[in-house]
């Protein structure tokens, strides 16, 4: 038996308002190759904490998940051609 294939496939998200539990925030649902599918929830508790329901899975597979999101989505500004994200060489 092959290990499955956790690669990202396909990303849809809903964002809802606050409610009595949290003060808002994002579902990710997720499907991969061959790993099954899933949801994330990204969410602002009451307390003002930003918190994800991961359902188990690694820091590593929900940046999977986000970037799935990030690829997908249309930006409403233009992208800057060249960007520096190296912090070390500001001064």
């Keep these: 038996m ?51 329901d991961n359902e188990c899975m690694s820091r590593e597979f929900l940046l999977s998940v986000f970037e799935h999101v990030l690829q997908t989505v249309v930006l409403t500004d233009k992208e800057p051609k060249e960007r520096n994200n190296d912090a070390s060489n500001s001064t």
């Design 2 to 52: 092959s290990k499955p294939d956790f690669t990202i496939t396909h990303t849809e998200c809903e964002f809802w308002e606050s409610n009595e539990r949290n003060n808002g925030g994002l579902l990710i649902s997720w499907t991969t190759k061959s790993a099954g599918f899933g949801t994330t929830t990204v969410f602002e508790d009451n307390e003002g904490v930003l918190r994800c």
